[in-house]
C-alpha cells in the first residue's frame, strides 16, 4: 500500500496561443490561507522546489494539499503570469490534489509585444548570428538583444517603443559588416523608433552593408612612402593595418560613425601623430574621422617627421636581416635572450626592430649585469600583405630554436641573419550539389602527421589561399558542413595525394567538390560459402567517411530482412535461396547504404575427391545428405601459379567438367608435369548442391 500523503504526479504544458510550445521554470507555492479571506499573505504559503518544462511539458510530484503555480518564460519573447492566464498569486487558479495524479489543462502563455524582423546582407543573403539590440526610444536604457538565426530572423520583446541596432558579419567571408541603427541611421538620437505590438512589428528586412574603410597613405616629409607604418582606428589594436611598400594602407571593416585615427612606427624612425597632424601626446585634439554605413572613406593620410637619433656608445652587435628568397627583413623584431643554467628561466634582455635598409644593432649588451653570453632571434611573422608569405624566426646560428641556438659575447660582431620563407596552397572547395557549402574548410597534415595549417577563411566562392606552410610534404583534407570531407585528390584517409610546399611559391589547384552523403569507395563483401550449417560474414568495405560512423548490418533475402548482424548462419530454411548483404554507414549528419553481391544459391557443402591421371581428372563429388543420383554440378579446375600485385591469387584455366550422379571427368590440354601442384576446384552446384571453392594438392610421379 502506498504511505498517506504520498507523492502523485501534477503533469502539464505550456504553449503559446498558437499552439507552439514555450519553455520555462514553474514555481510552486503550497496555499494555506489561514484566515480564509481568500487573499494570500506571504506567511500562509510555502515556496516549493519547481521544474523546468521540456518541450512546454511538466512534471511535478505533489503531495495532498492545495497549490498556486508561477510560469517564468525562458524567452524575452513571452510574459511571465500564475495559473492559469493570471496576473499575480491571489488570483491564480488554485490545484487542488487529493490522492491522485491529473493532468493539467493547457496553460496558454501570452507572447510579450515585439519587434521582428530579418537581417540580410546587400546581396540578399541572410546574416545568422547577427546581434540586434534594443534601447527604450526614451529614456535611452537598454532593453534586451537577440541573435538571429541561420535565416537571419531576429524577435524582441519589449512594451515601450524602442531604438534598435543592428551588427554583424558576413556569413561567407566573416568580415565585418557596418553597424548602423534602424533605418538606416548612424547614432541613436537619430535612430527611427519602433512600436511593438502583440502580433510582432515586424521591419521587414535590414540590410547591412559591407563595414566601410578608411584608407591612404603614411609618408616622411620629403614625399617618400613608408613601409610598415602602422595605422589604427580608435587605438584598437586589432582595427589596424600596415603600410605596405608605397606606404598605403587600409583598414576594413570600420564602424559606422566618427573615428580617431593614428599613425606610428614600430620601426622607431619616424614620431607617430594623430589624423590630422596632432601629436599622440593629445588625443583629445584628434581630427574625427566619419565613416556611414558601406563608405569607402578615403585621403587619411600622414607626413612623420623623422626622430630625433643619436650616435651609439659603441656597437656590440650589428647586421642584416634578409629571407632565404632575397628579400630584405624590414620592421622584424630582434630579440636577445640571456643564457641561464635552467633554460626554463630565460628571458628577453634586449629588444629592437630591423630598419628600412634591413639591419639592426645592439649597443648595451656589455652592460647587463651578470651576463655575458646571449641568444638572439629573428621573430617570425605571418604573411604581410595580399601576395606575401610567411617568415620563421631565426635564431643566431641559422638555428631554429633557443635550445640549439649557438650563443654569442657582448665582444663586438656582425651576424646575419636568413629568415625561412614559407610556401603556399590555393584551391576552391564546393559542393556536388552545386555552390559554395556552409563552413568551408582545408588542413594540412605534415609528414609526421601533425597539423601545422587550417584553413577556414574562405571567399564568397570557396576559394581559399594559405601562405604559412613551411617547406615540405603534406595531404591536405578538405571538407564543410553537412558535407563528406574528402583527402586532395578524391581520396580517402590513407590515399591521399601527397602535394609538395616550396619557399616563397604556391601550389595552386587543390580543390574538391564535395558529396552531401556517404557512399562505398569499396563495396561491402561477403566471406565464406552459402552452405547450409556454415556461416557467413559481412566486410563492410571501404567509405569515403568513417572516423565517428556506426555501422549497422542486414541480411536480405531479395528485398526481405531476414537477419541482422555482421554474421549470418545459414540454415535449410535458405536452400535455393541467394542471399545478399547491406551495410549501412551513419556518419551522424547523413548515411548511406550499400549491398553486397549475392551468393549462389544456397546448397549443402559439396565434398569432392580427385584422382590425376594424365590428361584426367576423374571427380567423385558428394553433398550429405544428398543420394548420389542427386549430386549435379559444373566443376572448372584451375591451377595456382602465383600472386598478382594487389595480393590475389593468380589462376591458371585446366579445364571443365559436368558432374552428374556425383561423378565427373575434366580433360586436361596437356598433362600435369612432375611434382606439386595446387588445384582449385570452382564448383557451381546445381539443385541443392551448394556452390564454392575446394582446394587440393596433388604430386604427379612419372
Same mark, same amino acid.
Given at each position: 500500500?502506498?504511505?498517506?500523503?504520498?507523492?502523485?504526479?501534477?503533469?502539464?504544458?505550456?504553449?503559446?496561443?498558437?499552439?507552439?510550445?514555450?519553455?520555462?521554470?514553474?514555481?510552486?507555492?503550497?496555499?494555506?490561507?489561514?484566515?480564509?479571506?481568500?487573499?494570500?499573505?506571504?506567511?500562509?504559503?510555502?515556496?516549493?522546489?519547481?521544474?523546468? &518544462?521540456?518541450?512546454?511539458?511538466?512534471?511535478?510530484?505533489?503531495?495532498?494539499?492545495?497549490?498556486?503555480?508561477?510560469?517564468?518564460?525562458?524567452?524575452?519573447?513571452?510574459?511571465?503570469?500564475?495559473?492559469?492566464?493570471?496576473?499575480?498569486?491571489?488570483? @491564480?487558479?488554485?490545484?487542488?490534489?487529493?490522492?491522485?495524479?491529473?493532468?493539467?489543462?493547457?496553460?496558454?502563455?501570452?507572447?510579450?509585444?515585439?519587434?521582428?524582423?530579418?537581417?540580410?546582407?546587400?546581396?540578399?543573403?541572410?546574416?545568422?548570428?547577427?546581434?540586434?539590440?534594443?534601447?527604450?526610444?526614451?529614456?535611452?536604457?537598454?532593453?534586451?538583444?537577440?541573435?538571429?538565426?541561420?535565416?537571419?530572423?531576429?524577435?524582441?520583446?519589449?512594451?515601450?517603443?524602442?531604438?534598435?541596432?543592428?551588427?554583424?558579419?558576413?556569413?561567407?567571408?566573416?568580415?565585418?559588416?557596418?553597424?548602423?541603427?534602424?533605418? *538606416?541611421?548612424?547614432?541613436?538620437?537619430?535612430?527611427?523608433?519602433?512600436?511593438?505590438?502583440?502580433?510582432? @512589428?515586424?521591419?521587414?528586412?535590414?540590410?547591412?552593408?559591407?563595414?566601410?574603410?578608411?584608407?591612404?597613405?603614411?609618408?616622411?616629409?620629403?614625399?617618400?612612402?613608408?613601409?610598415?607604418?602602422?595605422?589604427?582606428?580608435?587605438?584598437?589594436?586589432?582595427?589596424?593595418?600596415?603600410?605596405?611598400?608605397? $606606404?598605403?594602407?587600409?583598414?576594413?571593416?570600420?564602424?559606422?560613425?566618427?573615428?580617431?585615427?593614428?599613425?606610428?612606427?614600430?620601426? $622607431?624612425?619616424?614620431?607617430?601623430?594623430?589624423?590630422?597632424?596632432?601629436?599622440?601626446?593629445?588625443?583629445?585634439?584628434?581630427?574625427?574621422?566619419?565613416?556611414?554605413?558601406?563608405?569607402?572613406?578615403?585621403?587619411?593620410? @600622414?607626413?612623420?617627421?623623422?626622430?630625433?637619433?643619436?650616435?651609439?656608445?659603441?656597437?656590440?652587435?650589428?647586421?642584416?636581416?634578409?629571407?632565404?628568397?632575397?628579400?630584405?627583413?624590414?620592421?622584424?623584431?630582434?630579440?636577445?635572450?640571456?643564457?641561464?643554467?635552467?633554460?626554463?628561466?630565460?628571458?628577453?634582455?634586449?629588444?629592437?626592430?630591423?630598419?628600412?635598409?634591413?639591419?639592426?644593432?645592439?649597443?648595451?649588451?656589455?652592460?647587463?649585469?651578470?651576463?655575458?653570453?646571449?641568444?638572439?632571434?629573428?621573430?617570425?611573422?605571418?604573411?604581410?600583405?595580399?601576395?606575401?608569405?610567411?617568415? !620563421?624566426?631565426?635564431?643566431?646560428?641559422?638555428?631554429? $630554436?633557443?635550445?640549439?641556438?649557438?650563443?654569442?659575447?657582448?665582444?663586438?660582431?656582425?651576424?646575419?641573419?636568413?629568415?625561412?620563407?614559407?610556401?603556399?596552397?590555393?584551391?576552391?572547395?564546393?559542393?556536388?550539389?552545386?555552390?559554395?557549402?556552409?563552413?568551408?574548410?582545408?588542413?594540412?597534415?605534415?609528414?609526421?602527421?601533425?597539423?601545422?595549417?587550417?584553413?577556414?577563411?574562405?571567399?564568397?566562392?570557396?576559394?581559399?589561399?594559405?601562405?604559412?606552410?613551411?617547406?615540405?610534404?603534406?595531404?591536405?583534407?578538405?571538407?564543410?558542413? *553537412?558535407?563528406?570531407?574528402?583527402?586532395?585528390?578524391?581520396?580517402?584517409?590513407?590515399?591521399? &595525394?601527397?602535394?609538395?610546399?616550396?619557399?616563397?611559391?604556391?601550389?595552386?589547384?587543390?580543390?574538391?567538390?564535395?558529396?552531401?552523403?556517404?557512399?562505398?569507395?569499396? !563495396?561491402? @563483401?561477403?566471406?565464406?560459402?552459402?552452405?547450409?550449417?556454415?556461416?557467413?560474414?559481412?566486410?563492410?568495405?571501404?567509405?569515403?567517411?568513417?572516423?565517428?560512423?556506426?555501422?549497422?548490418?542486414?541480411?536480405?533475402?531479395?528485398?526481405?530482412?531476414?537477419?541482422?548482424?555482421?554474421?549470418?548462419?545459414?540454415?535449410?530454411?535458405?536452400?535455393?535461396?541467394?542471399?545478399?548483404?547491406?551495410?549501412?554507414?551513419?556518419?551522424?549528419?547523413?548515411?548511406?547504404?550499400?549491398?553486397?553481391?549475392?551468393?549462389?544459391?544456397?546448397?549443402?557443402?559439396?565434398?569432392?575427391?580427385?584422382?590425376?591421371?594424365?590428361?584426367?581428372?576423374?571427380?567423385?563429388?558428394?553433398?550429405?545428405?544428398?543420394?548420389?543420383?542427386?549430386?549435379?554440378?559444373?566443376?572448372?579446375?584451375?591451377?595456382?601459379?602465383?600472386?598478382?600485385?594487389?595480393?590475389?591469387?593468380?589462376?591458371?584455366?585446366?579445364?571443365?567438367?559436368?558432374?552428374?550422379?556425383?561423378?565427373?571427368?575434366? #580433360?586436361?590440354?596437356?598433362?600435369?608435369?612432375?611434382?606439386?601442384?595446387?588445384?582449385?576446384?570452382?564448383?557451381?552446384?546445381?539443385?541443392?548442391?551448394?556452390?564454392?571453392?575446394?582446394?587440393?594438392?596433388?604430386?604427379? #610421379?612419372?
Amino acid at each position: 500500500m502506498s504511505p498517506a500523503n504520498a507523492a502523485v504526479m501534477v503533469s502539464g504544458s505550456t504553449i503559446d496561443s498558437a499552439g507552439n510550445y514555450v519553455d520555462g521554470y514553474v514555481s510552486v507555492y503550497k496555499i494555506y490561507d489561514e484566515d480564509g479571506d481568500g487573499t494570500v499573505e506571504p506567511f500562509e504559503y510555502d515556496f516549493l522546489p519547481g521544474v523546468s &518544462t521540456q518541450g512546454g511539458a511538466f512534471d511535478i510530484p505533489l503531495e495532498d494539499g492545495t497549490y498556486k503555480l508561477e510560469f517564468g518564460p525562458s524567452s524575452n519573447q513571452y510574459a511571465s503570469e500564475y495559473y492559469r492566464d493570471k496576473a499575480d498569486l491571489t488570483t @491564480a487558479d488554485l490545484v487542488t490534489v487529493a490522492g491522485a495524479g491529473q493532468v493539467l489543462s493547457p496553460w496558454t502563455i501570452d507572447r510579450l509585444p515585439s519587434v521582428a524582423g530579418v537581417v540580410q546582407t546587400t546581396d540578399g543573403r541572410p546574416v545568422r548570428d547577427a546581434v540586434v539590440r534594443a534601447y527604450d526610444a526614451v529614456s535611452g536604457n537598454y532593453v534586451d538583444q537577440d541573435e538571429t538565426e541561420t535565416n537571419g530572423v531576429f524577435r524582441i520583446g519589449a512594451t515601450a517603443p524602442v531604438k534598435l541596432v543592428f551588427s554583424g558579419s558576413d556569413p561567407a567571408s566573416g568580415e565585418s559588416l557596418a553597424t548602423e541603427w534602424f533605418n *538606416d541611421k548612424g547614432s541613436k538620437e537619430t535612430a527611427d523608433a519602433v512600436t511593438p505590438t502583440p502580433e510582432g @512589428a515586424n521591419i521587414g528586412a535590414v540590410t547591412l552593408a559591407p563595414g566601410g574603410s578608411i584608407s591612404g597613405s603614411v609618408t616622411n616629409e620629403a614625399g617618400a612612402g613608408l613601409y610598415r607604418a602602422e595605422v589604427c582606428v580608435d587605438n584598437n589594436p586589432y582595427h589596424c593595418d600596415f603600410t605596405n611598400t608605397s $606606404g598605403a594602407y587600409t583598414i576594413e571593416g570600420v564602424s559606422t560613425g566618427s573615428h580617431t585615427v593614428d599613425f606610428d612606427d614600430p620601426i $622607431g624612425e619616424y614620431v607617430g601623430e594623430y589624423y590630422n597632424n596632432v601629436p599622440l601626446t593629445t588625443p583629445a585634439s584628434a581630427n574625427p574621422v566619419a565613416v556611414a554605413p558601406g563608405q569607402a572613406v578615403t585621403g587619411i593620410d @600622414a607626413a612623420l617627421a623623422a626622430a630625433p637619433a643619436a650616435a651609439p656608445n659603441g656597437v656590440d652587435v650589428s647586421g642584416t636581416v634578409r629571407d632565404e628568397v632575397g628579400g630584405i627583413g624590414i620592421g622584424y623584431e630582434i630579440n636577445v635572450y640571456d643564457t641561464p643554467a635552467d633554460v626554463r628561466d630565460r628571458k628577453v634582455v634586449a629588444t629592437t626592430f630591423s630598419n628600412r635598409s634591413g639591419q639592426y644593432q645592439f649597443s648595451q649588451l656589455d652592460r647587463i649585469g651578470g651576463e655575458t653570453e646571449f641568444k638572439i632571434v629573428v621573430e617570425g611573422d605571418g604573411p604581410r600583405e595580399e601576395g606575401d608569405f610567411a617568415r !620563421r624566426e631565426i635564431w643566431s646560428g641559422d638555428k631554429l $630554436g633557443y635550445d640549439t641556438a649557438v650563443a654569442i659575447t657582448a665582444a663586438p660582431r656582425v651576424l646575419d641573419f636568413v629568415q625561412p620563407v614559407a610556401g603556399g596552397v590555393s584551391g576552391t572547395v564546393t559542393s556536388e550539389a552545386g555552390g559554395v557549402p556552409d563552413n568551408p574548410f582545408a588542413v594540412f597534415h605534415d609528414s609526421d602527421d601533425n597539423f601545422p595549417s587550417y584553413v577556414y577563411d574562405f571567399e564568397l566562392n570557396g576559394s581559399y589561399d594559405e601562405r604559412s606552410l613551411w617547406a615540405g610534404e603534406y595531404t591536405v583534407q578538405l571538407g564543410a558542413y *553537412d558535407h563528406v570531407s574528402e583527402w586532395w585528390k578524391d581520396a580517402v584517409a590513407g590515399e591521399a &595525394t601527397t602535394i609538395t610546399v616550396r619557399p616563397g611559391q604556391m601550389t595552386t589547384g587543390i580543390s574538391a567538390a564535395l558529396a552531401k552523403d556517404v557512399k562505398a569507395v569499396d !563495396r561491402p @563483401a561477403l566471406e565464406g560459402d552459402a552452405w547450409v550449417g556454415k556461416t557467413i560474414s559481412l566486410d563492410k568495405g571501404r567509405w569515403t567517411t568513417e572516423a565517428g560512423s556506426r555501422f549497422t548490418y542486414e541480411w536480405l533475402v531479395g528485398n526481405t530482412v531476414i537477419a541482422t548482424g555482421a554474421s549470418l548462419k545459414v540454415t535449410k530454411a535458405h536452400l535455393g535461396k541467394k542471399i545478399t548483404g547491406r551495410v549501412t554507414n551513419d556518419a551522424g549528419f547523413t548515411q548511406g547504404q550499400a549491398i553486397t553481391k549475392s551468393t549462389a544459391k544456397v546448397g549443402y557443402q559439396p565434398k569432392l575427391k580427385a584422382k590425376v591421371s594424365g590428361k584426367k581428372i576423374a571427380l567423385v563429388l558428394k553433398a550429405k545428405p544428398l543420394k548420389a543420383k542427386k549430386v549435379k554440378a559444373t566443376v572448372v579446375v584451375y591451377e595456382v601459379v602465383g600472386t598478382k600485385a594487389n595480393g590475389e591469387t593468380k589462376l591458371k584455366k585446366l579445364g571443365k567438367a559436368k558432374v552428374k550422379k556425383g561423378l565427373g571427368t575434366v #580433360k586436361l590440354k596437356k598433362a600435369l608435369k612432375k611434382g606439386k601442384h595446387k588445384l582449385v576446384f570452382r564448383i557451381a552446384g546445381a539443385g541443392k548442391v551448394g556452390s564454392g571453392d575446394l582446394l587440393k594438392k596433388v604430386k604427379i #610421379k612419372r
